[in-house]
Each structure stands twice: as C-alpha cells, then as structure tokens.
C-alpha cells in the first residue's frame, strides 16, 4: 500500500470515494503537473524549434496549473462538494486531453522526446481523473 493510500485510509472523515482510486488519481495528477512543468522548461530550450511550440508551453502550463488545483480538490475531498469536485475532475481530465494531444503531435512530427514523456503523464493522468469521475457519479 503507497503512502497515499494509507494517509486516506488513516482520515478520520473518510471519503465515499474508493480510496485506491483515489490516491492513483491524486498521484497521477501531482506526476503531471511537475512533468508538464519540466516539458514547458524543455520547450523553451528548443531555440531552433521555439516559434512552433508556443502553443506546447501555453498547454503545459495551463495543464500543470489544472493539475495542482486538482490535487488540492482531491487532497481535501473528505469536506468537499461532490459537484466541485466534478467539475474539477473533468477540467482536468480536458486539460490532460488537449496537452497529451499536442504533445503527441510534437513527439511524432518533431522527435521531441519530452513531448513523448509528456503525452505520457497527461494520459495517465486523463485515465485516472476518467476513472475517479466514474466512480463519482455512480
């Protein structure tokens, strides 16, 4: 059992939520917001490719910024209202969408493996926030 799991299990107000789910999702989404903020570092790197990934760091950066507001959503979900914690959940979810997406393009078009690692974390992310908003609504 992760750190994570046990600090949910241990909450006096434990959450309806499965807690494995939980933790994959909060975990997931503290992994992507340090990668899509490494992945805009690299972009800007990129001197030579600059003036075609503006639109990459924008990505990134909102991603990463969704990411870390979405972990804190989900690190207090025991007091929370399920509705905010929806509508998190699938900003989320887009935001992990539209970075994966761009950054495939670029992993592919342009062999940026950061990108490569990027798109990685984002759809990790996007299939853990898809899974917790399932359990949520049911």
Do not use: I, W, Y
Not at 37 to 47: G, M, T
Not at 51 to 56: A, E, I, P, S, Y
Not at 60 to 68: E, F, G, H, L, R
Request: net charge negative; proline share 1%.
């Amino acid at each position: 059992m992760d750190t994570l799991t046990r600090m949910l299990n241990t909450h006096p107000k434990a959450s309806s939520m499965d807690a494995a789910l939980l933790a994959t999702c909060l975990q997931a989404c503290l992994e992507c917001e340090a990668v899509c903020s490494l992945c805009a570092d690299a972009c800007l790197s990129e001197h030579e490719h600059l003036h075609h990934l503006t639109h990459c760091v924008s990505l990134n950066t909102q991603c990463a910024a969704v990411c870390q507001a979405t972990a804190k959503v989900l690190a207090s979900s025991g007091q929370g209202d399920a509705q905010v914690l929806q509508a998190q959940l699938e900003a989320c979810l887009r935001a992990c969408q539209a970075c994966a997406e761009e950054c495939e393009r670029h992993a592919q078009e342009m062999n940026m493996a950061h990108c490569a690692v990027c798109a990685e974390s984002c759809r990790r992310c996007e299939q853990a926030c898809q899974a917790l908003l399932g359990s949520v609504r049911a």
